[in-house]
């Protein structure tokens, strides 16, 4: 996919955390308010501009008590966010429906087009959602192409909400469900090599999940390249891009997919409850009605999604997310995350006993990266690691379960952090490699 080429040749030079660490920064050191100062010069330079983006990082209020490497659950808001957000529910409250009938549908309809414009789509494509997983939900549950003994198809990365959505569809039709294992270590030929065999050893595959950037390891699929091999065997696909926009640079085009789901709360910095479904111009025949909504016509996306009424104040603050990432610019922030990643692997890749899931392909991997100590993959095992990293270390990870090959520790840096904050967690991991 051409978003990963954008800073694949920053992230493809970028040294271990061997070299000389900068002196941490104050973080308090500007008010909230305080621009940021254009990108100069490369990416490369600019993901190793320290003095850059400790002004990106005085933009969020963050807690002293962790050293927190796990942005990926929830993305946070940074301070000029933050405070649109209170103004946004202030507003709301005091002008309660007056506001809420006679003003917010506008915003609404502005904060739709914002997101489209974002993720390069058009505004009827997209419907709000609270989260990925509501808008994917609804399009694997509500997706109507699928006969006795057709064969659906997802994989041991995707996420464990949406395998159990595709096995309750595959009950329901009375189809095989097919599920693939993504190999350890991948590679952008092993994957497509996977992918074709499975499909071509299922003719009658009609609806394939894929994941484009993982909850569990990380690992960015060539979703582009997978749609196009599935859709030539006329096979609908639809992609769980929960991580992807605001990780890295991404458009719909990109991926090729007729029906996505994608949250807004997570890399973008939106409130939490911002998710979108998006289904391509012409395919919503593929999509039965939302519990039979008529409040919407057939031919609108609204009617295939009924949340109620939404968080007025969440939806009003998406634009003021969107402005605060375009600020900083996807393709400086993509390089930012990769250079912090890969500060902290290419410290411990060669370490015994440490076991990087992620390759080193620029267009495989992002921000974030699985890993498990001397190849134990058992629940409790991983449990134990991250707990042993926030007691003993003041480093908070998360663990991931589901894949194949046993469960791992999800690491998942973001704007705030720091090189030093790398540096903290390689030295970590080494000293609990030595342990045995």
């Known amino acids: 996919?051409?978003?990963?080429?954008?800073?694949?040749?920053?992230?493809?030079?970028?040294?271990?955390?061997?070299?000389?660490?900068?002196?941490?920064?104050?973080?308090?050191?500007?008010?909230?308010?305080?621009p940021l100062t254009p990108h100069p010069g490369a990416l490369y330079d600019v993901a190793r501009d320290e003095a850059y983006w400790t002004q990106v990082a005085a933009?969020?209020?963050?807690?002293?008590?962790?050293?927190n490497l796990e942005a990926g659950f929830f993305g946070m808001m940074a301070q000029p966010v933050l405070e649109a957000y209170h103004r946004h529910i202030d507003r709301v409250n005091s002008e309660s429906s007056y506001f809420a009938r006679r003003e917010y549908p506008a915003m609404f309809r502005t904060a739709r087009e914002?997101?489209?414009?974002f993720v390069g789509a058009k505004p009827t494509e997209l419907a709000f959602s609270r989260n990925a997983t509501e808008?994917?939900?609804?399009?694997?549950?509500?997706?109507?192409?699928v006969q006795p003994g057709d064969?659906?198809?997802?994989?041991?990365?995707?996420?464990?909400?949406?395998?159990?959505?595709?096995?309750?569809?595959a009950a329901r039709c009375q189809a095989k469900v097919v599920t693939l294992n993504i190999p350890e270590p991948a590679s952008h030929d092993n994957?497509?090599?996977?992918?074709?065999?499975?499909?071509?050893?299922?003719?009658?595959?009609?609806?394939?999940?894929?994941?484009?950037?993982?909850n569990k390891t990380g690992l960015l699929l060539p979703v582009g390249e997978i749609t196009a091999l599935a859709k030539a065997r006329g096979v609908d696909v639809i992609v769980d891009a929960a991580h992807s926009f605001g990780q890295v640079p991404l458009t719909m085009a990109d991926m090729g997919a007729d029906f996505v789901g994608l949250n807004l709360h997570?890399?973008?910095?939106?409130?939490?409850?911002?998710?979108?479904?998006?289904?391509?111009?012409?395919?919503?025949?593929?999509?039965?009605?939302?519990?039979?909504?008529?409040?919407?016509?057939?031919?609108?996306?609204?009617?295939?999604?009924?949340?109620?009424?939404?968080?007025?104040?969440?939806?009003?603050t998406i634009p003021e997310a969107i402005d605060f990432q375009l600020s900083i610019g996807m393709p400086q922030k993509a390089a930012r995350l990769r250079y912090l990643r890969d500060r902290w692997v290419h410290a411990v890749r060669e370490v015994k006993g440490v076991n990087i899931l992620t390759p080193e392909d620029a267009t495989l991997t992002g921000a974030i990266t699985g890993f498990r100590m001397h190849q134990r993959g058992t629940g409790d095992a991983n449990r134990a690691l991250a707990a042993t990293l926030h007691d003993e270390f003041?480093?908070?990870?998360?663990?991931?379960?589901?894949?194949a090959n046993g469960d791992c520790v999800r690491v998942t840096p973001t704007l705030y952090n720091t090189p030093a904050d790398a540096d903290k967690l390689a030295a970590a991991l080494r000293t609990i490699a030595a342990r045995g």
């Not at 933009?59 to 050293?67: F, N, V």
């Not at 914002?114 to 414009?117: G, W």
């Open 151 to 169: 064969t659906i198809m997802y994989a041991d990365l995707d996420y464990n909400a949406m395998q159990w959505a595709m096995n309750a569809l």
């Open 59 to 67: 933009k969020y209020r963050i807690t002293p008590r962790t050293t």
């Open 1 to 34: 996919m051409k978003s990963a080429a954008i800073f694949g040749a920053a992230a493809a030079v970028v040294p271990s955390a061997a070299g000389a660490t900068p002196p941490p920064h104050d973080r308090s050191a500007l008010p909230s308010s305080a």
């Open 114 to 117: 914002r997101v489209a414009a």
């Open 191 to 214: 994957i497509l090599a996977l992918y074709t065999t499975a499909l071509a050893a299922n003719p009658r595959t009609k609806l394939l999940l894929l994941t484009h950037c993982n």
């Open 135 to 145: 808008a994917l939900q609804a399009l694997i549950g509500q997706y109507n192409r």
């Open 394 to 403: 003041g480093i908070f990870t998360f663990q991931r379960t589901g894949l």
């Open 266 to 316: 997570k890399w973008v910095g939106a409130p939490v409850g911002a998710g979108a479904l998006y289904i391509r111009e012409g395919c919503l025949s593929a999509i039965d009605r939302a519990h039979a909504d008529e409040s919407a016509p057939l031919d609108r996306i609204e009617s295939r999604i009924h949340t109620g009424t939404t968080h007025f104040a969440t939806v009003m």
